[in-house]
């Protein structure tokens, strides 16, 4: 994988109602940040709602700084504001069992976005659509697809996800009974997505998307709209 380097960042920081400009680092996390990176975490975890996002364990975002995938982190000084995750290798294989619609060694050619947590006071810098693009560079040479999963009523995180290019292609119950978009995103094979007839669906109306998707189109944007956020679809063609 090739060398990350440090990218200096002027962010804006929340002070109750008013605001600072500060400057920020952001570079690839190794085992040496592993207290500061772990208080972010750990933060998150706490106040986290399943519902909308689960951060897992102490020992999955442990096993990730080991090795077993990348964490970019954005740092004011010594503490780090944001962490963004990607796993090479899925922790439960749950996730190796969904129908992608990939063949084997295509399977092997994917990576697992994990997680972006930005610290309150650092909300409102386009973090995670910034250092998804930062992530997507680091893996491009290893890996042809991408895949992820956001909730529905992660309404910030998911109109990030869909603004860097991923598709969603299911929506189902995940990490025990929580609803969840499957989404991908496919680096190297020009996915075309047609948008002539597109339908669009609240996010709220669950059993109309997924009977959508069941016919095989896939959620490609959200719309605004005076009754709530829907998601438009449009049918995948290779
Ligand atoms: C999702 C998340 C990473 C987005 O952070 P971000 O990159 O800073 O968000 P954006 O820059 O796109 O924010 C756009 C606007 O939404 C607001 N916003 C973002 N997340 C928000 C949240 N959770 N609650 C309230 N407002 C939020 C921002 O303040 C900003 O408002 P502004 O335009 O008035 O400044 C962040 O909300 C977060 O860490 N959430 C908790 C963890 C999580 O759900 N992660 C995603 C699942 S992996």
């Known amino acids: ?56 364990t102490d020992e999955d975002f442990l096993h990730i700084l080991e090795g077993a995938g990348v964490v970019l982190g954005v740092q004011e000084g010594k503490r780090i504001v944001c962490m963004r995750t990607v796993l090479f290798q899925p922790h439960d294989d749950e996730v190796l069992s969904e129908d992608m619609g990939l063949l084997p060694h295509q399977m092997k050619r994917m990576a697992f976005i994990e997680y972006c947590v930005v610290h309150r006071d650092y909300r ?13 560079n680091l893996l491009w040479e290893d890996f042809d697809y991408l895949y992820t999963t956001v909730s529905p009523r992660n309404i910030f995180s998911l109109r990030n996800v869909m603004d860097c290019g991923f598709y969603a ?54 719309i605004r709209s005076m009754t709530g956020t829907r998601m438009a679809f449009g049918a995948l063609t290779k």
Request: glycine share 6%.
């Open 1 to 56: 994988m090739r060398e990350f380097g440090e990218h200096y960042l002027c962010l804006k920081k929340q002070k109750k109602a008013d605001f600072t400009k500060t400057s920020c680092v952001l570079r690839r996390l190794t085992l040496e940040d592993k207290d500061e990176a772990l208080a972010l975490h750990r933060v998150m975890s706490a106040s986290a709602n399943p519902e909308t996002f689960v951060p897992g």
């Open 124 to 136: 409102g810098n386009n973090l995670q659509f910034l250092t998804y693009y930062h992530m997507e």
């Open 169 to 222: 292609f299911q929506l189902k119950e995940r990490y025990g009974g929580y609803m969840r978009y499957l989404l991908r995103k496919d680096l190297k094979h020009s996915t075309s997505i047609r948008t002539k007839r597109h339908e669009s669906v609240l996010l709220h109306n669950y059993s109309a998307q997924q009977h959508i998707m069941e016919k095989g189109k896939v959620g490609y944007r959200l």
